[in-house]
């Protein structure tokens, strides 16, 4: 897994005129950073509601109580299937969002999306949604270079409503060395989700 040290955090942020926003984090060590960026969202951005989901190897790298309170005191959803389900709750987190991130994605859960798995109600939600999705993978060395991984994003990029920002250099926390695999900063995330809001507005006019 690579990391930036220090992430850039842009003194104005770039537009985005979503209302409802669903903010998954997946299992890499970029989670970490889930509470300072859902803050720098509600600052950036305080008329947005924003949801956020949690796979369970995402907890391993992020507290529910710290992510919880960097989102206006609203916990995490945990990305399992309820024992005692009270609603489709896959239906509702396609429906209630008008943008969706994925920061980090490991590489297996951009896999899975990729191959159209919906395991988990978050999964089966974002083959269903038509909402726009912005996937910023997280790789562990030379993960970049594997060509399944590339036949994934290449998949991803047929959809009209996703967008997969490449890897950044970063940090390996294995090796120390420095190489592609960090997710895109989430400033630029965000760029990229308003770029295809708006791309998706103009093409169903």
């Not at 850039?8 to 005129?17: E, K, Q, R, S, W």
């Not at 859902?38 to 796979?55: E, G």
């Not at 389900?85 to 994925?102: G, K, N, S």
């Amino acid at each position: 897994m690579t990391f930036t040290p220090q992430p850039f955090v842009p003194a104005t942020p770039p537009p985005l005129n979503a209302e409802r926003l669903l903010y998954v984090a997946t299992g890499g060590v970029q989670t970490m950073f889930v509470p300072m960026w859902l803050r720098w969202l509600h600052n950036s951005y305080p008329h947005m509601d924003i949801r956020c989901v949690m796979t369970r190897s995402a907890r391993r790298f992020a507290g529910v109580t710290a992510v919880a309170a960097a989102n206006n005191g609203r916990p995490p959803m945990i990305d399992t299937w309820p024992d005692e389900p009270h609603t489709a709750l896959h239906v509702e987190l396609a429906a209630w969002p008008d943008a969706i991130l994925v920061h980090p994605a490991t590489l297996h859960f951009t896999a899975r999306l990729s191959l159209g798995l919906a395991d988990t109600p978050t999964l089966l939600a974002l083959q269903c949604t038509q909402a726009p999705i912005v996937v910023c993978p997280a790789l562990p060395p030379g993960g970049h270079l594997n060509p399944v991984y590339q036949q994934h994003v290449k998949a991803l990029a047929q959809r009209d409503n996703v967008s997969v920002m490449p890897p950044i250099s970063g940090i390996s926390m294995s090796t120390g060395e420095e190489g592609l695999g960090t997710a895109a900063l989430l400033p630029h995330a965000v760029a990229a989700l308003e770029d295809l809001r708006s791309w998706q507005q103009e093409a169903a006019v």
